[in-house]
């Protein structure tokens, strides 16, 4: 437990290849089942998706993304890496929330995605949103801690 309590309070930024998974599915689920609890057990609320569960930090500064299946993994590498890019080129990209992956048990290797807390954007804000908003899955966008546009799920 110690060991997912340094991880949650600073993960590494390591991303992977999905390949590394497919013969690991029913060692993942477990491990997976574990690390939701744990979070649970600290108070994250989580919000359950169709391929990830977001648990945010009771503090609204966290959000650690645990995938719930193969999608959900490619959904935190692709994050993460659309992070990447947006940094390297800011003007060519969508913003995406700082984010990283990290793995909360080296020997199964399950990529978690850590993302600062996006507060969404109100339904009076839609109509003012650049065009980039409208190719992010469900208009999921919202203001980061420094107040900037971003989008919190692709």
């Keep these: 437990m110690k060991q997912w309590i340094d991880i949650v309070e600073g993960a590494t930024h390591n991303l992977v290849s999905f390949a590394e998974y497919g013969e690991h599915a029913s060692l993942l689920e477990g491990h ?3 690390f939701m609890t ?3 057990n600290l108070n994250w609320t989580c919000e359950l998706g169709r391929t ?7 503090d609204h500064k966290k959000v650690i993304k645990v995938p719930l299946c193969d ?3 490619l959904g935190n590498n692709m994050e ?4 990447q890019r947006h940094n390297s ?23 978690m995605l850590m993302m600062r807390y996006v507060k969404p954007v109100s339904a009076s804000e839609y109509k003012d949103l ?4 409208s190719m992010v899955d469900g208009f999921q966008v919202g203001r980061d ?4 546009l971003v989008a919190y799920d692709l």
């Design 89 to 111: 080129a800011p003007d060519t990209y969508i913003p995406i929330a700082a984010c990283r992956i990290f793995y909360a048990d080296a020997d199964i290797g399950v990529p």
């Design 130 to 133: 650049p065009a980039w908003a």
């Design 52 to 58: 990830r569960a977001a648990f945010v930090s009771p």
């Design 38 to 40: 744990f979070l649970e």
């Design 145 to 148: 801690h420094k107040n900037n």
């Design 32 to 34: 997976v089942v574990s």
């Design 71 to 73: 999608e959900g993994i």
């Design 80 to 83: 993460a890496r659309a992070f």
